[in-house]
């Protein structure tokens, strides 16, 4: 089992190639604040926008929100690092653009377009060109954390096992969710002979999965990234899949794919109708595990922001129906939360499951 910690812990040092040197709150300038409302009158009173208000807590974005009061933004700068054709490259904290109010070396986030909450460059024209974004944003960075957790968790528990000392304190609580892991997911679908060398994957991408999403029910830093609720996060653990069963893949397996035994003639000539179902299965598979846990892990976030969303709403209407509604709307997103919680868990194992089943099949020997 140390062996499985130990690559795990490798697998992830591989993604971590940036190391931050420190971050400090951000507070926006009240100047900088009063001119995002001059075009309010002083009766006039911004509605709440609950749209925008959902979005903006479930995207990414170039800094890592805290909160605002009384019209004054505190917020975690991220480093944004950005190379132009025109410009060359350029690095600088995220609190240059004051949350998008401002440009900074001829860079802003556009507000409107497909490029809509990326950062742009703005031409000597007016015309906005987007450039080569290697930014730090929050969804990157709450990876970093995960996979900083990932490293401590299990080179620490394999350095246990090294030294062969009895299982202790948090090694003692992470053993029973990495020995579920080898004996009821792995062993029952790969098979006892073959489950080892997929173990440091499965055990990597329930723990990522995992870790993460238990960070996102976090209100606050380092907790409230949507990190496993964003496609291209869940499309490249499925894109991880997919590669795993292409390397592994039995020559049997190919066979059923291109040539399955037992089929009509008729479905394979002149039409090869099964081998073009076979083949459209084996994208569909690794697409339904990213769509799957993203839809799951952004609609939990959703539904517990619109809640929330109610108390302003109603607010919006009559101040007073605000406060009457906040306990019933606290009481559901506290009762959301606790689903997500369980989410959390469920989401976690069924990626994992699921990678295991395709690996089973993609190695079953002829029988």
Not at 148 to 164: P, T
Not at 229 to 243: E, H, K, M, S
Request: net charge negative; charged share 15%; hydrophobic share 50%.
């Amino acid at each position: 089992m140390h062996k499985n910690c130990r690559k795990v812990g490798l697998l992830f040092l591989v993604l971590l190639t940036f190391v931050l040197s420190h971050n400090v709150l951000a507070f926006e300038n009240p100047e900088e604040a009063e001119k995002e409302h001059t075009s309010k009158t002083e009766h006039e009173k911004e509605k709440f926008d609950p749209g925008h208000f959902i979005f903006d807590h479930v995207t990414d974005s170039y800094e890592w929100h805290i909160l605002t009061f009384k019209e004054r933004h505190v917020s975690i700068p991220l480093p944004v690092i950005v190379y132009s054709k025109e410009s060359g490259l350029h690095s600088f904290w995220s609190s240059k653009l004051h949350h998008g109010h401002s440009e900074y070396k001829g860079f802003r986030i556009s507000e409107e377009g497909p490029d809509k909450g990326k950062i742009v460059e703005i031409m000597k024209d007016g015309t906005e060109l987007k450039p080569l974004d290697f930014s730090i944003t929050k969804n990157i960075f709450a990876v970093f954390i995960s996979i900083g957790l990932l490293l401590w968790i299990f080179i620490s528990i394999a350095r246990k096992y090294e030294n062969k000392k009895a299982p202790s304190g948090f090694q003692n609580a992470m053993e029973p969710l990495i020995l579920f892991i080898r004996d009821d997911v792995a062993k029952p679908a790969i098979g006892e002979d073959k489950y080892e060398k997929f173990m440091p994957f499965l055990l990597t991408v329930f723990f990522f999965i995992l870790i993460n999403n238990l960070l996102g029910l976090v209100p606050v830093p380092p907790g409230g990234a949507n990190v496993t609720g964003n496609i291209a996060v869940t499309g490249v653990l499925a894109l991880f899949t997919l590669v795993i069963i292409t390397i592994n893949a039995s020559k049997y397996y190919w066979q059923e794919i291109y040539n399955a035994p037992g089929v009509p003639w008729w479905m394979k000539i002149p039409i090869p109708l099964m081998p073009i179902i076979e083949i459209l299965g084996l994208f569909i598979k690794p697409l339904v595990l990213m769509i799957r846990l993203f839809a799951n892990i952004a609609a939990g976030h959703i539904i517990v922001m619109g809640f929330f969303s109610l108390i302003f709403i109603f607010g919006d209407i009559i101040p007073y129906l605000g406060y009457a509604v906040s306990p019933v709307t606290i009481l559901f997103t506290v009762f959301m939360t606790v689903i997500e919680l369980l989410v959390a868990f469920v989401q976690a194992y069924v990626f994992t499951l699921l990678s295991a089943i395709y690996f089973g099949m993609a190695t079953t020997e002829h029988h």
